[in-house]
Structures are given as C-alpha cells and as structure tokens.
C-alpha cells in the first residue's frame, strides 16, 4: 500500500472533497496539511493507524474536515480534538512514541497566492491554485512538539458539578475552593440559559410527545 504522502494529489483530494461536499481552497490546504504532517511524523497510513495517531485541530474551517477525511480521526474516537485557538494549524502526535508535529499554514502564503497566479482575478480560484503549487516550505511551517500528556491520558472518571449537579467525565471538571464545578458552571460557558422555568417547560412538553410512527405504506419520496 502506498503512502500517504507518496500518494497522488488529486486522489488525496478528491476523498477530501467527498467528505467535505466542496472543492476549496481549504480542502487543497487541508492535504498538505495532513501529508506534511503524516510524513513528518512517519504515519504512512494514517487510516490504519487507529488510536495510535491523534489530531489536534485548532481551527473549525475547511482544512480540519480534510484532515479528518484522510486520517480517519474523529471526535467520538477520541482521536481528533478541537482546541479553538482560531489558528489554521495542526498537531499530529503518535501517541505510543509520543512525537509530534505542529503544523501550521503560513499567514504570508494567503499573500503568496496572487504572485504565483498572476492575471487570475477570482481570489479563491487564486489561493487555490497556490496552495497546490507551494512548496511546502512556503506554505507550511512545521514545528516539534510535545504534547502535555494530560491531554492524551485522560482518566476514564466521572464527577458531578456542585452548581448544576450534571455529570463531567475526563478530568474536565474546575476546583475552585473545594468546589467541584463543570466549566460552564466555573464561568467558561458558551451558552446561557434563557430562563430555567422556559427550560424545563420545552422538556416537559418534549416528553409527553409520542414519537413519530408513519403508517405501513407511508412514501418517503412523495412527501419531499
Ligand atoms: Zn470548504
Ligand atoms: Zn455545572
């Protein structure tokens, strides 16, 4: 089998593109990514490589769906993590030997990409074509790292915020004066709840709600 980075583009970018239902020029940036980072850390095939290849994405845009695409990484494998730095950068760790490899788009090659295609007036189409045709030491800038280990070994246990009383798993829990509080309760939350009392009127009138049971015979295909 060959590997990954000895694969040919376009075939390394078509699955990405099937995955992520668009050509852009995040997906060609998303191959590089992957391939530089997969040879770097001499994963030849990601896909095989199960729980022993872990992703740190540190960006949710085009380019992370592409690494997922062709590593086989995912949030319920627990092999892919979101860390939102807002950052088009990924690190790449093997997690037996512990290397691993950040690997970051170079904010200059955005720049880049009207140089390498000159006379083409569509932005995208520009930054596409060079993201391509870079080489690899002006599109990427790659870096060694480790990885603090409590990102990789969390232990498999299970607290209950003090405030909400919801369960926490895998240590992410806050101790704040012999408190132990989920993030959101700590004051890291995304979400605010609108009003407690509205909140468990809509559970109340989800629960009493049978679920939907077409009749025999119904046609899907009619109704869309
Ligand atoms: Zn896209
Ligand atoms: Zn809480």
């Not at 992957?34 to 994405?57: D, E, I, M, W």
Request: aromatic share 6%.
């Amino acid at each position: 089998m060959t590997a990954i980075y000895d694969r040919v583009f376009d075939e390394l970018l078509d699955e990405a593109v099937a995955f992520h239902g668009h050509l852009c020029p995040g997906q060609v940036l998303g191959v590089r990514m992957t391939v530089a980072g997969c040879r770097a850390l001499g994963v030849a095939h990601p896909r095989q490589a199960g729980k022993r290849l872990a992703v740190f994405v540190e960006i949710d845009r085009c380019a992370t769906d592409a690494i997922q695409a062709l590593t086989g990484v995912s949030l319920g494998k627990r092999t892919l993590k979101h860390v939102d730095y807002g950052k088009t950068a990924a690190t790449f760790v093997d997690t037996v030997t512990r290397h691993a490899v950040r690997v970051v788009a170079r904010d200059d090659a955005r720049e880049l990409a009207g140089s390498v295609t000159p006379g083409e007036r569509d932005a995208r189409r520009a930054q596409t074509i060079a993201y391509r045709t870079l080489p690899e030491d002006r599109l990427l800038r790659l870096e060694r790292v480790t990885v603090d280990p409590g990102w990789l070994d969390r232990r498999r246990v299970r607290v209950f915020c003090a405030k909400c009383g919801e369960g926490v798993n895998y240590e992410r829990e806050v101790r704040a004066s012999a408190r132990v509080l989920c993030r959101a309760c700590a004051g890291e939350s995304y979400y605010v709840v609108c009003d407690p009392a509205v909140a468990e009127s809509m559970t109340a009138v989800i629960a009493s709600r049978p679920p939907v049971a077409h009749a025999a015979g119904d046609d899907h295909s009619r109704s869309t």
